[in-house]
């Protein structure tokens, strides 16, 4: 029952997702109004930022779904049209590797904002940046490279997990 005490914290990743919601409104409003007086690179930066905020709010999206479906309790959303693809196959392994994905899409986003426009940082902020983005990169892989060993090491666990979610196209194993 203690996995119940985690609803409270899904309720609040609800909550921050609500923030980026209005934060979103807020810059597409700023982008939009100031439109004709930005230049191009200041447009730019602009709609990075918007990615970024999508890029974060599709990462709470991922924690919150499928950190609920793994860690505390089924959604029931298995045929409807709108279950997420990836939520039929989410484990904790799986949502390691895609918030690790997550991660290096939204540093990949703030690097290329680092790099579009440099004068507004120091030698050693790019340094720290790109260090980081390498952290998270290093990171995913050894979680990925892990992942695939602990897949591999334990068959039985692959191979139930492919008789409940077969390919597509591979036949039905007669029972």
Request: glycine content about 4%; charged content about 15%; aromatic content about 6%.
């Amino acid at each position: 029952m203690s996995r119940w005490l985690q609803v409270p914290l899904y309720l609040g990743l609800i909550i921050a997702q609500i923030v980026y919601c209005v934060l979103f409104v807020k810059e597409v409003w700023h982008l939009v109004t100031h439109s004709l007086t930005l230049d191009e690179t200041n447009i730019m930066l602009a709609v990075l930022s918007l990615i970024d905020v999508v890029m974060i709010s599709n990462l709470l999206i991922m924690v919150i779904v499928g950190g609920y479906e793994t860690f505390v309790s089924r959604l029931g959303v298995e045929g409807h049209p709108d279950e997420p693809e990836w939520l039929d196959h989410v484990n904790a392994g799986v949502l390691k590797v895609k918030l690790a994905m997550a991660l290096i899409s939204i540093s990949s986003i703030h690097l290329l904002k680092t790099f579009i426009n440099p004068d507004q940082q120091t030698t050693h902020t790019i340094v720290w940046q790109v260090s980081i983005h390498g952290a998270f990169l290093l990171s995913a892989l050894v979680m990925a490279v892990i992942d695939r060993l602990t897949t591999h090491t334990h068959p039985e666990h692959y191979h139930d997990l492919a008789a409940r979610h077969p390919a597509p196209d591979s036949p039905v194993p007669h029972e």
